[in-house]
């Protein structure tokens, strides 16, 4: 048995590294006291000037959010169990995860229909 994360799909992943830089990008402009709005000629919003003055909060606040959003994204909730390269459950497809003896119990019959498709008929 083999365990790995299932992918996201592309544009999941894609959002997420964006609010990643996004994130690291406001982060160091907060702490370094930089105002970026003027540069892109757009008012600067309330929101940031009081992260501007409370920097370590807002710095910390801006961190936690958006580690939950890009875990959000990146999650699939995802449970595939293959054997022998045949899928023998997909959370996707039943919409639950299945108890360990359910499981077990369908892992057991798939090996013995492989034991009895490998077995030599009996003379």
């Known amino acids: 048995m083999e365990g790995d ?3 996201p799909p592309a544009w999941r992943q894609l959002l997420c590294t ?7 990008g406001l982060i160091m402009a907060i702490v370094m006291g930089v105002d970026p709005f003027p540069y892109l000629g757009l008012q600067t919003p309330q929101m940031y000037q009081w992260a501007s003055q409370n920097r370590m909060y807002a710095c910390m606040m801006l961190f936690f959010i958006s580690n939950v959003v890009e875990g959000q994204l990146i999650s699939t909730g995802a449970f595939e169990v293959t054997f022998n390269g045949m899928s023998v459950w997909s959370k996707l497809q039943n919409g639950r995860v299945p108890s360990i003896g359910e499981l077990m119990g369908i892992i057991d019959s798939h090996m013995m229909s492989v034991n009895t498709a490998t077995d030599p008929p009996q003379l």
């Not at 964006?18 to 690291?24: A, D, E, G, Q, R």
């Open 5 to 7: 994360n299932y992918p």
């Open 18 to 24: 964006v609010l990643s830089w996004t994130k690291l």
